[in-house]
Structure formats: structure tokens, C-alpha cells
RNA sequence: GCUCGUAUAGUGUAGUGGCCCAUCAUGAAGGACUCUCAUUCCUUCGACCCGGGUUCAAAUCCCGGUACGAGCACCA
């Protein structure tokens, strides 16, 4: 009846329904959307990076789409890539989006193209060659006046661009700019470089294939435009640090008489517990020995995350969770851990270890072995073993104020001297409960942790077991954590509380 | 300095003129369950940057201010 006399309170009330996952992408059709990320490889994926690849590859799914992954390693001096990233990366990029990219691009392998695109805007006027410095050319940006080389015929252009090929120039001594317009109010956009010179003898390119072969190579505005137009790429998702570059980028097109895709953008995300890290910065730290290669756990890398037992489909959640605001913000690392354990707690089994254990003898009347489970709220992962045979026990020594506790899953015992007496197998009072291992299912082992860029070792007694290195488990009272290997476990969550 | 952008609870986030004395998550506090300080569940706490304007009606539109961030690299 409601439809039939007001059919817009019903539609209203769709509206109010909490949006879930990412915003429609605009003008996108199902089939027809082609998204790309494009990391420099100069070091191996960070945590930052994750959230270009969940947003992009999220939408690939959401659009039945294509994902493409792309090398932007057109600097061999400043940020120069690194050899064994090209590799890293797209693994990293597999094992998070859990697929692979439906293309992989090497801006390096495409500079023959670059240069045709080069070529068309010099011959067509809207290019030139400027032999400014860089110091000149500054001087023009802010008066808004031409540069003398703006006028210069095609052919003196071409004459310039031919001997930047060959070599004759130095980096610095000429480079090709975009005309645009030196009145434009937003001084990034003035007559923008499109390439440059680098001296790749002594700076060569790290893939043996390229190496010194080119001294002509595109800056990314101009590498990015034109790529994206190729490969077909309808939306960009980015930072909107770049959004200048989309300015640059649109005006190029105009040239062009392209369209440019539909583009949005996030702001600067930083983790409180981490501040700021850049990937040279990570690479001279590592070099230096501060830390331990790029997967070392105090590191926002991607392999750092990985080995310390942080799940994709935690980084997954938390990147849709923070969505595309442009917002700058400032997250806590609780946020990923809370992802994380909704992710690996169903699946991670119980484990004691018994921190800086110290011996007791049992005495009194008790059974000699103990069945107990391996998940609290999973009875189907079965049952675990504990052999108390010759009455021997570990306690953790911080537990040992209290003379009256109560050995979990067995009995209530009273401390005194190195002896527990059992004085009751039934719950008997409200005594504290505390984790503890016999004697004969356990060993010595070592559990490993970070607290502020320090890494912290907890020796004690591990419970027999038959994991693999990278299994997650639950360490009683403890926290989890993941299997380096037999008898050496990494906390996954770093303690964020002080003490 | 010029240019661009953003401002909702402690932290994130939904909300595109009336359904909003504002959503969800996280956090904190309390409780239930549990022979873990875990998981799960429940309760509570807590926000529309400031000032004008438009409108019958503004978190939502406009202007100004403030704060924060970014670009103005022959880096990406």
C-alpha cells in the first residue's frame, strides 16, 4: 500500500543504508575498466604501497576489469631501481591481491615509444627543446616569461633532439618541455620537462638489458601519460600528491587530443607507531646494519609485515576500511593488529609456552597424562598430549607471587619451595589461572619481539609440537605468534601497551 | 611566496539539503561466556574546525578565517 501512495519514502529509505566496500567509480562499465599501480622498483613493496595495490586490484574485482602492474624505472641516479625488486614486487603483488597482474609493464623496455610520442610533439609544435639550466628556467616559471627556446623553429627542435640522442648534450644541458602556457596561475604546470638526459655510464640502468644503451629518458609525468593512454587505463587511483600531475598530465593529453581517465585520490596515510620512512632511507639503514634486510619486522616493508605473520586479507580489510578519503590521516597500528586477529584466530592453535620458566616437582595424587584442546571453540582440531609421568612442571616465574594458583586445564596447587601440591583436581576457589607445561612436552625455546625499533628475545619452555615454520599459533596468555622454526617464534603483534 | 587539496567521537569511517539530537569499526571502561590477559557477545563513553550567508530546512551549498597536508625537482 506504502509503494503504491508514496513510493519515494520506501526509495529513501534504501539511501540510509550504510555504504559497503568502495564507491562506484565513475563512468566505469562492468567489462570495461582498466586500472593500473606503477611502483618505482627501487626497493621491494612498503606498506604504503599495499594501498595502492588493494584499492586498484579491488576495483579490477568489483568491474570484472583489468589490473596492471607497472615498473616506473625511468631514474637511474636518484632513485635508482633495484635489480631483484622487479621480481619481489610482482610476487608481493600476487600474494596480496591473491592474483597475478593481468599485464606487467617495464617503463624501461618502451622508451623507443616514448621517443615516437617525443618526435610528434616536437614536430607539431606543442614540444621543444629548452637549453636552460634548471636555475634559468626556475627564474622563468616564477615571472611568468617565456624561455628564448620556446620559439625556436621545429627543425632547430629537431636538430636539438637528434643530438640529445646522440649524446652531444650533458645531463642538464637541455631537456624537452612541454608547452603549456608560462601565464598558467599554478607555477607546477609551466612549460613542464617531458625528458631529460642521464649519464647512464656513469649512473647505467640496473637491468643488464637496458644498462647504458639510452641518455635520453622520460620524467614521469610524461612516461605516465603516455603509457596510460596506450595500455588503455580508464581510471586512475593515486595520491593526491600527484594531483598536480594530473594537471600536467591533462594538458599534455589536450595536445594530444586524448581524454584523459577518470582520477581519484587519497590522502597521506602514516602509521603512529612508525613515522616516516623512505625506501632509500630503509636502504641505507640496511646497508649501514641498523636493520636486518627489507624483511626485518621492524620495517613497514611488505616483508617485514609478512614475516612477522600479518595476513593479505588483514592488509586487505584495513586498506577497504580506510577507503580513497583525501584526507590525511594517521592510523594506529591496533587497527591492522585488530584485522589481523579476526583474520588468523579461528585457525591459530593453542600453544603454552611458559616464559622464564622455573621448575616445580608435582606431589600429591594426579592423573599422569592430560588431554586438552587445541582450539578452546574448534573441538575438530582435536586433542593435545601433555605426559606428566615423572611430575615435573614449568611455571612462568612471574606467576609465582601468588602461592595459591591454579594449573590450567588441571589442578589447584599450592606453591611452596620448588613444590607444587595439588590440593584439588576440581576448580576449588577462585585462585588465578595460569598457563603452565610438564616437564617431558616441552623444551627450551626462544620467542622474539619488537617494542619501539628494538627487537627483544623471551627465552622459556615451548610445548612439544609438529609445526612448520610459518604457522601461526595462539601462545596462551601470551599473544600469537608465528613459527621461525622448531624451537623460534616471532610475536605477531607488537605489545603496544607500556610496562 | 604562488598554486592545489582536506577538515564528522581518542583514532579511522558513513553521510552529497529534510529520514541525522548523525553510521560502522577501532579504542577505553564495565559486564556475560570461557579452566588463556585470546576469541565471541552485551552495555557505556565520545564528533559535524570557527564565523558569516543562501534556504521553510545545512554535517551536507556559498563566502571568509583557521589548522593541517601536498605541488612549484633535468625524483617517483
Redesign the pocket.
Known sequence: MLSQEAPHLLE??E??A??EGL?ELKNAKKGEVVLRF???P?GPLSFGHARGLVINSSYREMYDGEFILRF????T???PPMLEAYELIQEETEWLTGRKPDRVIY?SDRIDVYYEHAMVMLNQGFGYVCR???D???EF??SKTNCPCRTQPISDNMVFWKRMLEGKFK?????VRVKTDMEL??????DW?AL???DTKVHPHPRPEIASTYVV?????F??AIEDHLQGVTHIIRG??????TRKQTLLYQHFGWTYPETM?W??V?V?EWGGFSTSQMRSDIEGGTYDGWSDPRLPTLAGLRKRGTQARALRNFWM????????????L??L??HN??VI??DAP?LAFVRHAAEFTLEGEHPKKLDIPV???HPEMGQRTWDLSDGQIWL?S??LEKMDL??????DVALHDRVARVES???SDQR????WLPDKTSTEAVVIGTKNDTVFHIEGRLEHHAYTPGTIV?L?????AIFTDETTLFLCHES??DD
Open positions: 529513501k529509505r539511501v540510509k550504510r555504504r564507491p606503477a611502483p618505482n627501487n616506473d624505472d625511468t631514474d641516479k636518484v632513485k617503463a636552460c639550466t634548471a634559468e628556467f626556475k616559471r616564477i645531463p642538464g644541458e637541455a631537456v596561475k599554478n607555477p607546477a604546470l609551466r620537462p631529460r638526459l642521464q629518458w622520460p620524467l614521469l609525468d612516461q605516465s593526491k600528491d600527484l594531483m598536480d600531475s585520490y590522502g597521506r602514516k603512529h576500511e580506510l577507503g580513497i578519503t583525501q584526507k590525511d590521516i594517521s592510523v594506529p591496533a587497527t593488529y585488530s586477529t579476526k584466530d579461528d593453542r582450539h578452546p571453540n612462568e612471574d606467576d591454579r594449573l590450567k586445564e588441571f589442578a583436581m576440581e576448580r588465578p589461572i595460569v598457563h595462539q596462551e596468555r601470551v599473544g600469537y603496544l601497551k
